[in-house]
């Protein structure tokens, strides 16, 4: 490590300064001895003062590497009083040591050593003592041309800042908003007040005074301050505001506060890094983030910061900062550019606080922008054209009145706030509304979020992918064909393609939100599912023998498989026969009700007693129906062929409706529906059914006529 000689103000190692050091006074011994015989200066032995004429003289300032104050040199100039260097002081030591060592016995009645340096010192103490004595002038009165061009000089310096950082509060008084912590009693004005700064995260979106509340933090506390932010910082750089902290700390006592800003944006590895500076009270760290800190911040990190969420500013709130925003504008329109004032209505206000959707930023940078139009030489106070239509007072300086009417047609085609992130928590919400929506049957909500899920960019194969769970868990088993129908949707979607995709998942959204809705499927799942969590012994139950696969001929001899009852071998499929493993009671997983029997209290009778009417006609259509379909089945047609008539049944064109009972569809029970195969044995009628190339044109006479059996006669 280097230091600067004190005589020759060279860098030396620390090692060989000393030698250094000598030999310098020795040089500048040996110089003042040569130039005092040949220039003729005397040395005064009565002060042991020694002047050295024609060498730069270094005070005791400059020797320890400091600057003196210019109002001292200009007292030293009027004064007479001059004091021993420090240079002088050392060649005074140096040369009353060898003075001593080559002749002790010459001068006995020299005053010792020490004496002499105590002398010395108090010398110097009195040359410091009558400088301070010395009254200093009173500065020059500065001009008024001056002022004026300093005054200019600072409001250019502020017309080239954003407004935004013009206006950004210095104290807890000018801060606007977040009233739940800030207000009279509030957790973060206790606490920022009582200057004991505990390590938090604040959390909420951009424009609501993160940055400027870390700031005011900075300037209201004893500690020692240090900002980074994620987007520009890396694990290198923490490692040095916690080398330099523990360095500070130790020296001076004094604490260190951190505001990581955008914390968000460091890895998990460099967060770990903050976890034992945290816990060594090496630095307390405030961060802030827009993200969910849940998603972006590693568990063992928020358990060691307590999280404090700052939400949207009001309008009130930003009504108020406009109002300081204005002041600001108008002041600069008039000192700088000699512009007339701008002048905001009430609607005007509220129109552009309604635009920054509780965000700050937005809202300074509309006015901005309405302050750039404004100022064309059209508004200048020389355009005397222009004096006509604006209101002047007497100082001609006018008033541009701005109402709501003219900010719109200004305002409509920018896109002020990002609506949606589809990487960050709004992805997550708007789906989740959307998926909401749709689940409580209103179709009108659930196109709403789809729109704007696709305005903002969202993958359209994420929506049809939440889309089908939706079908299958919100209306399951009341509309089974929800599920096939948007599977095909994601094909049409994949087969399409965007923009024209957006129409198949409206169509889709509609369908889904109208369907009736059951979640019987669904609570089966998660009840077997909460079984098991809760009772994990359950699934080392063994398979019972009768339920086994025996594939091989041991398996059979082991029993596997050999009472099994195969239902489709007995009447309706009913057997005596337990599948459940042994040892555990049957469980009911799958409830008889679609939805649940809770009631909402906002919810009137009428309302439910509405849908109770709602559903039971929709079981009466369904019977009614079934019904007509089953007559029509009964009836048959009649076909006239070769002057003989051949009768034909229709076959069913409705499935199996498990909510029906029996009477309903009794086609599907054997003994009590009809049976195509007593009708047909050998499967001739393939009526309804497409073209077979392998079946004779008697099986299938609908595809053949009189001219086409003659025509293959021939062949």
């Known amino acids: 490590m280097e230091e600067s000689c004190p005589i020759c103000g060279k860098a030396i190692d620390q090692k060989l300064l000393e030698r250094h050091v000598n030999s310098c006074l020795d040089n500048l011994e040996g110089t003042s001895a040569t130039r005092a015989d040949s220039v ?36 030293k100039g009027k004064s007479d009083v001059k004091g021993p260097t420090l240079t002088s002081l050392l060649l005074q030591e140096r040369r009353v040591k060898q003075e001593l060592r080559q002749s002790p016995q010459e001068k006995p009645k020299e005053p010792p050593l020490e004496e002499q340096l105590k002398e010395m010192a108090a010398a110097v103490n009195a040359s410091q003592i009558k400088k301070e004595e010395i009254v200093e002038e009173p500065p020059k009165r500065q001009s008024d041309i001056l002022a004026k061009a300093n005054e200019m000089h600072e409001l250019k310096r502020l017309a080239g800042l954003p407004l935004a950082h013009r206006l950004r509060p210095k104290s807890l008084d000018d801060f606007y908003g977040q009233e739940h912590l800030l207000g009279k009693n509030g957790p973060l004005r206790n606490i920022i007040e009582a200057d004991h700064i505990p390590s938090f995260l604040l959390w909420g979106g951009p424009g609501i005074g993160k940055t400027t509340l870390a700031r005011i933090v900075a300037k209201s506390t004893s500690c020692k301050f240090v900002e980074l932010s994620g987007a520009d910082s890396n694990a290198k750089a923490l490692k040095q505001v916690f080398t330099h902290a523990e360095n500070h700390r130790n020296l001076t006592g004094q604490r260190t506060i951190l505001f990581l800003d955008e914390i968000h944006r460091f890895n998990k590895a460099v967060q770990d890094l903050l976890l034992p500076a945290i816990e060594k009270g090496i630095v307390t760290v405030i961060g802030a983030t827009t993200e969910n800190p849940s998603f972006t911040l590693n568990n063992a990190l928020l358990s060691r910061v307590h999280t404090f969420v700052m939400e949207p500013l009001t309008s009130e709130s930003i009504v108020k900062i406009l109002g300081r925003a204005l002041y600001e504008v108008n002041k600069l329109r008039k000192q700088l550019y000699g512009m007339h004032y701008i002048s905001l209505s009430k609607d005007a206000f509220d129109y552009i606080a309604g635009l920054s959707m509780g965000d700050s930023r937005v809202a300074l940078n509309i ?71 749709v689940r409580g049957s209103d179709p009108d909500a659930a196109m709403f979020y789809l729109v704007k899920m696709l305005s903002g960019g969202e993958d359209p194969l994420f929506i049809i992918r939440r889309m089908i769970v939706i079908a299958s868990e919100d209306v399951g088993l009341r509309d089974s064909s929800c599920l096939p129908f948007v599977v095909a949707a994601k094909d049409a979607l994949e087969f399409v393609g965007m923009p024209e995709g957006e129409i198949i998942l409206a169509h889709v959204a509609n369908k889904l939100a109208r369907a009736p809705k059951s979640t019987k499927s669904y609570r089966s799942l998660r009840t077997a599912q909460k079984l098991i969590s809760e009772e994990p012994e359950l699934t080392k139950l063994p398979v019972p023998l009768h339920l086994r696969n025996a594939p091989t001929k041991l398996m059979k ?77 009964k009836n048959g047609t009649k076909k006239e062929k070769n002057g003989e008539q051949t009768q034909y049944k229709k076959e069913p064109s409705f499935g199996y409706d498990e909510f029906l009972d029996k009477d309903a569809q009794p086609e599907y029970f054997e003994g009590e529906g009809h049976s195509y195969s007593d009708d047909d044995p050998e499967c001739t009628n393939n009526f309804g059914k497409s073209y077979d190339e392998f079946l004779d044109p008697d099986s299938q006479p609908d595809y053949f006529d009189d001219d086409t059996e003659a025509d293959l006669d021939q062949d």
């Open 367 to 437: 006015l901005e922008s309405v302050n750039a139009y404004l100022s064309t030489s059209k508004f200048s106070t020389d355009n005397e054209e222009a004096q006509k239509d604006i209101p002047e007072s007497q100082n001609k300086q006018g008033v541009i009145k701005i109402t709501e009417s003219i900010l719109r047609p200004l305002l409509k085609t920018r896109n002020f706030h990002q609506v949606y992130d589809r990487k960050g928590e709004s992805h997550y919400d708007i789906i989740s509304a959307f998926h909401k929506s």
């Open 40 to 75: 003729g200066t005397d040395v005064d032995d009565s002060n042991d003062d020694i002047h050295i004429v024609g060498t730069r003289k270094r005070d005791a300032f400059s020797a320890l590497g400091l600057k003196a104050d210019s109002s001292q040199k200009k007292k």
């Open 557 to 633: 001899e082991l029993g596997y498989g050999q009472e099994y009852k195969y239902n489709p071998s007995f009447a309706y499929g009913k057997v005596k026969q337990g599948y459940f493993p042994e040892g555990m009671e049957p469980v009911k997983f799958l409830e008889d009700v679609h939805l649940g029997h809770a009631q909402d209290p906002q919810v009137s009778e009428k309302e439910y007693e509405s849908s109770r009417l709602a559903v039971e006609d929709y079981e009466k259509f369904k019977r009614s129906y079934r019904e007509k379909l089953r007559q029509q089945y």
